[in-house]
């Protein structure tokens, strides 16, 4: 699965969108982009994936660059229970959901 | 849905003794997947299983560690002997093949 790179950490303020960006330069056709993310002294929890297009649910939005290079995780209204570790994650198709996290984005919501 | 179970939260035990770990999956899910989380190292995979059969034991450490899954509601991770440096957090999580949900981990002291 191919590499992704996250900033180490981002501030983003209570009620403003978080722009959480992922790099995935070398990633193939084949391949999706997921995000989790982990609350402090919880396990991490789903919040989006996509292939291609742009996708939105409840909790986020996910926009992926035509090139495929690259993402970025909206969350358009962060609370400070927002406030977690984000990992973007390159998974391939035929991947049986066998994730591997890197160090991810500390996200910080500040009132 | 009660979610991913795992027992104990916290468990506390000295160096040599055995340690097992417990986890119950979400019904209708047929992969699990133990995981590792330690500051030094982050989130590891240890190994999954996909209907009750161990697929990829790569990321075991060594032959202390051992992961069993006698049916579709169950599997336990047993450490023997544990070490101070099996302290960690971890976590169960389980899927139908998309996304993963995990609980809420085991945090291992081993004195």
């Known amino acids: 699965d191919a590499k992704t790179t996250q900033p180490t950490s981002m501030d983003c303020a209570e009620g403003r969108a978080a722009n959480l960006p992922c790099n995935h330069s070398t990633i193939s056709g084949n391949e999706y982009v997921y995000w989790y993310r982990q609350i402090h002294s919880q396990g991490p929890q789903y919040i989006i994936h996509?292939?291609?297009n742009n996708e939105t649910n409840e909790m986020a939005s996910l926009i992926i660059t035509e090139d495929r290079k690259s993402s970025t995780l909206i969350l358009p209204h962060a609370t400070l229970r927002d406030t977690a570790v984000y990992y973007c994650i390159a998974l391939g198709s035929s991947n049986t959901g066998k994730l591997i996290f890197g160090q991810g984005t500390t996200l910080q919501v500040k009132p | 849905d009660a979610g991913v179970i795992q027992s104990p939260r916290h468990e506390v035990t000295e160096m040599g003794q055995e340690v097992t770990l417990r986890c119950k999956p979400i019904?209708?899910?047929?992969?699990l997947f133990w995981y590792r989380q330690t500051m030094m190292r982050g989130l590891e995979l240890l190994i999954y299983f996909n209907n009750n059969v161990p697929i990829d034991d790569s990321g075991m450490p060594e032959d202390r560690f051992s992961a069993k899954m006698p049916n579709a509601s169950f599997s336990t991770l047993k450490i023997q002997p544990s070490e101070p440096r099996d302290s960690a957090v971890y976590f169960c999580?389980?899927?139908?093949?998309?996304?993963?949900?995990f609980g809420n981990g085991t945090r291992l002291t081993v004195t």
């Open positions: 996509g292939l291609k």
């Open positions: 019904s209708g899910h047929d992969y």
């Open positions: 999580a389980s899927s139908f093949g998309g996304p993963l949900h």
